[in-house]
């Protein structure tokens, strides 16, 4: 399993940004999609978006709004987030597919809490 460490989380104010980073313990060149899922309370974790090769891929939700984005070099995944709304309010996961298989070979991080409130 792959190490995630992420950051960039907090408190911010609707209509304001927010950059996640997802930094991964071995190198992600081969990797066939890193990206982010989020959870809100009592409910399943839902899709985000993820960088695939060779595409960048969004829920309807966040499309136009947030951008996904992976610094090979750096070994990170990043979710740049614009215009928040309070119901982008959520843990957000990121997380590692190797090969593209999918289930028990997906790597994920601890989540980082994203609180959008005036």
């Known amino acids: 399993q792959v190490q995630l460490v992420e950051s960039g989380g907090g408190l911010v104010q609707p209509g304001g940004s927010l950059r996640l980073s997802c930094v991964a313990s071995e190198s992600t060149s081969s990797m066939f999609a890193m990206g982010w899922y989020r959870q809100f309370p009592g409910k399943e974790r839902e899709f985000v978006a993820v960088?695939?090769?060779?595409?960048?891929n969004y829920a309807e939700s966040v499309k136009g709004r947030f951008t996904v984005s992976r610094d090979n070099a750096k070994r990170t995944v990043y979710l740049e987030m614009k215009n928040l709304k309070p119901e982008d309010t959520a843990v957000y996961f990121c997380?590692?597919?190797?090969?593209?298989?999918?289930?028990?070979?997906?790597?994920w991080g601890q989540g980082t809490q994203v609180t959008v409130s005036s």
């Open positions: 960088a695939a090769k060779p595409t960048l």
């Open positions: 997380y590692v597919d190797p090969k593209g298989f999918g289930g028990k070979t997906i790597s």
